[in-house]
């Protein structure tokens, strides 16, 4: 079992940061099958209302209630709610005023907006690996979706996809920071309540003024098991491994293994359901995983910065 106390020395998040980007990875064919039947805004608050069911469940079970009414909600619900439930929102709407590789573009960007808010919240120096990797992170991300930025639609929809990744990398920079006194579990336990409880509120309403996305798909064992797919392993554990391995490595850090995720998608449907073996994807990934190296690189008398 995970020790969701202290926070992780570089292997083991980089190790937990892999494995949260798999289990994420596992959730893109179940929403694509779930999708077919189901609104965006259904499929978006029941993946996660599960979600942090199971997270609430396994919380009081393994730190007990009075852990859990002592924990400081207020402050959690608030990252959550702004951070992962109007982030996810805006991610959404901002997918529907452009395309679908606007999006992609945009979350190729998350190891810039991490270093943004080191650099301006954190005083980290911007040393040359830290750029080299970010380079290669970026460039292996963009491979690694088979988008170019010439492909975008820029416009409003793109400045909401960019302000949903600016907002998801803050409240991940905020959960392990403002929130140190919980353990990740518990970190991760009150953010997803937080941003389950604005995106129910975003779906009510789109549902009481027809806005769409609200209806409701297909409710038979297939349907039922790829949306336990795309909940558990896809939101509960991966936002668990994703938030634990950052507190230990920071967001930017952190945020470089997300562009590798397109790679993984690949390899999870040539594995299990007979995809197609894409160079492109895993070329990109290698490019991702050397700019995790590089930007974690130490010289010989440089100190580890806080």
Same mark, same amino acid.
């Given at each position: 079992? *995970?020790?969701?106390?202290?926070? $992780?020395? $570089?292997?083991?998040?980089?190790?937990?940061?892999?494995?949260?980007?798999?289990?994420?990875?596992?959730? /893109?064919?179940?929403?694509?099958?779930? &999708?077919?039947?189901?609104?965006?805004?259904? +499929?978006?608050?029941?993946? %996660?209302? %599960?979600?942090?069911?199971?997270? +609430?469940?396994?919380?009081?079970?393994?730190?007990?209630?009075?852990? &859990?009414?002592?924990?400081?909600?207020? $402050?959690?619900?608030?990252?959550?709610?702004?951070?992962?439930?109007?982030?996810?929102?805006?991610?959404?709407?901002?997918?529907? &005023?452009?395309?679908?590789? !606007? $999006?992609? *573009?945009?979350?190729?960007?998350?190891? *810039?907006?991490?270093?943004?808010?080191?650099?301006?919240?954190?005083?980290?120096?911007?040393?040359?690996?830290?750029?080299?990797?970010?380079?290669?992170?970026?460039?292996?991300?963009?491979?690694?979706?088979?988008?170019?930025?010439?492909?975008?639609?820029?416009?409003?929809?793109?400045?909401?996809?960019?302000?949903?990744?600016?907002?998801?990398?803050?409240?991940?920079?905020?959960? !392990?920071?403002?929130?140190?006194?919980?353990?990740?579990?518990?970190?991760?336990? *009150?953010?997803?309540?937080?941003?389950?409880?604005?995106?129910?509120?975003?779906?009510?309403?789109?549902?009481?003024?027809?806005?769409?996305?609200?209806?409701?798909?297909?409710?038979?064992?297939?349907?039922?098991?790829?949306?336990?797919? /795309?909940?558990?392993?896809?939101?509960?554990?991966?936002?668990?491994?994703?938030?634990?391995?950052?507190?230990?490595?920071?967001?930017?850090?952190?945020?470089?293994? &997300?562009?590798?995720?397109? /790679?993984?998608?690949?390899? %999870?449907?040539?594995?299990?359901?007979?995809?197609?073996?894409?160079?492109?994807?895993?070329?990109?990934?290698?490019?991702?995983?050397?700019?995790?190296?590089?930007?974690?690189?130490?010289?010989?008398?440089?100190?580890?910065?806080?």
């Amino acid at each position: 079992m *995970i020790n969701t106390v202290n926070q $992780p020395g $570089p292997i083991t998040a980089n190790f937990a940061c892999f494995v949260a980007m798999m289990m994420w990875a596992t959730g /893109f064919p179940a929403a694509e099958v779930l &999708m077919e039947s189901w609104g965006a805004l259904s +499929v978006l608050s029941v993946r %996660i209302m %599960i979600a942090v069911v199971m997270l +609430v469940g396994l919380w009081a079970a393994t730190e007990g209630l009075s852990t &859990m009414r002592a924990a400081a909600w207020g $402050p959690g619900l608030l990252i959550g709610g702004t951070g992962f439930g109007i982030g996810a929102i805006l991610l959404l709407v901002g997918q529907k &005023m452009s395309d679908p590789v !606007t $999006p992609a *573009i945009a979350a190729a960007m998350m190891p *810039i907006a991490g270093l943004a808010l080191e650099v301006l919240l954190d005083k980290r120096r911007l040393r040359l690996n830290l750029l080299i990797g970010v380079a290669l992170a970026l460039t292996g991300g963009l491979m690694a979706t088979g988008v170019r930025l010439s492909d975008g639609t820029y416009g409003v929809g793109a400045l909401l996809c960019l302000i949903a990744v600016i907002l998801f990398a803050w409240a991940t920079r905020a959960t !392990t920071r403002n929130l140190s006194s919980l353990s990740a579990l518990g970190q991760t336990t *009150i953010t997803m309540v937080g941003g389950f409880s604005i995106i129910l509120i975003v779906c009510a309403i789109a549902m009481v003024l027809g806005l769409g996305e609200t209806h409701v798909g297909k409710m038979d064992s297939r349907h039922i098991m790829l949306m336990l797919v /795309f909940a558990l392993p896809a939101v509960a554990i991966s936002q668990l491994l994703w938030i634990w391995a950052a507190g230990g490595l920071g967001i930017m850090l952190a945020s470089l293994h &997300m562009n590798a995720l397109p /790679f993984y998608v690949m390899l %999870i449907m040539v594995l299990f359901l007979d995809g197609l073996w894409g160079w492109d994807q895993a070329f990109g990934a290698a490019l991702v995983g050397a700019g995790v190296l590089v930007a974690q690189r130490r010289t010989r008398h440089q100190v580890p910065e806080a």
